[in-house]
Structure formats: structure tokens, C-alpha cells
């Protein structure tokens, strides 16, 4: 079992920077491929980046060149740094731990961009 928890969310004006954090317990998280996903209100939750166990990454195109994510298996946390904040980035941000058929998620954190 994998318990997720994010932290680093807040209100931030457009043009800005945030820095999520995705921190676990119960089991590493080396071997796992770890992804950032976000729910805008009305909207289906959508997948961000991610980032495999060798550290391959990939973003969905409209944060590409404004997100990276990245992983501190000592710290048994991944992050997501946000910059050039838009207001359109305003969603609940969940972080996701899949290996094989399990996915693990966390409770999410909101980010919200005023503009």
C-alpha cells in the first residue's frame, strides 16, 4: 500500500510560480511511474507529466516549456514546478502512483490563478 499526500498549492497571480510537492509512505517510490493529474471544475481529470522509474518524462502540450516534473527518491517525493502560472492552470492537482494494476492517488491539492 501507498499513501500519497501533495502539498504546495495555493493562490498564486498569472505569471507565477508554484511548487507541488507528492510525498509517500508504506512503500518506495523508485520503481513506480509517477504522474501529476488536475480537475478543473466541470472538467475530467487530465494528466499532466509524468515520470518513469528512469526518469523519462513527458507533459501534456499546453504546459510544455512551463511545468517539469521531477523525483527525489531519498526524499520519496516528486514534484511538479509550475511557472508562467495562466489562469486557465486553475484546478485540483492530484499526484498518482502506478505500478502494474494498482494506481495509488493522493487527496489532491488546489491551485488557483487569478488573473
Known amino acids: 500500500q501507498v499513501q500519497l499526500v501533495e502539498s504546495g498549492g495555493g493562490l498564486v497571480q498569472a505569471g507565477g510560480s508554484l511548487r507541488l510537492s507528492c510525498t509517500a509512505s508504506?512503500?518506495?517510490?523508485?520503481?513506480?511511474?509517477m504522474g501529476w493529474y488536475r480537475q478543473a471544475p466541470g472538467k475530467q481529470r487530465e494528466l499532466v507529466a509524468t515520470?518513469?522509474?528512469?526518469?523519462?518524462?513527458d507533459y501534456v502540450d499546453s504546459v510544455k516549456g512551463r511545468f517539469t516534473i521531477s523525483r527525489d527518491n531519498a526524499k520519496n517525493t516528486v514534484y511538479l514546478q509550475m511557472t508562467s502560472l495562466k489562469p486557465e492552470d486553475t484546478a485540483v492537482y492530484y499526484c498518482?502512483?502506478?505500478?502494474?494494476?494498482?494506481?495509488?492517488w493522493g487527496q489532491g491539492t488546489q491551485v488557483t490563478v487569478s488573473s
Open positions: 498518482a502512483a502506478s505500478g502494474g494494476v494498482r494506481r495509488y
Open positions: 508504506g512503500r518506495s517510490l523508485s520503481n513506480y511511474v
Open positions: 515520470i518513469t522509474s528512469g526518469d523519462w518524462t
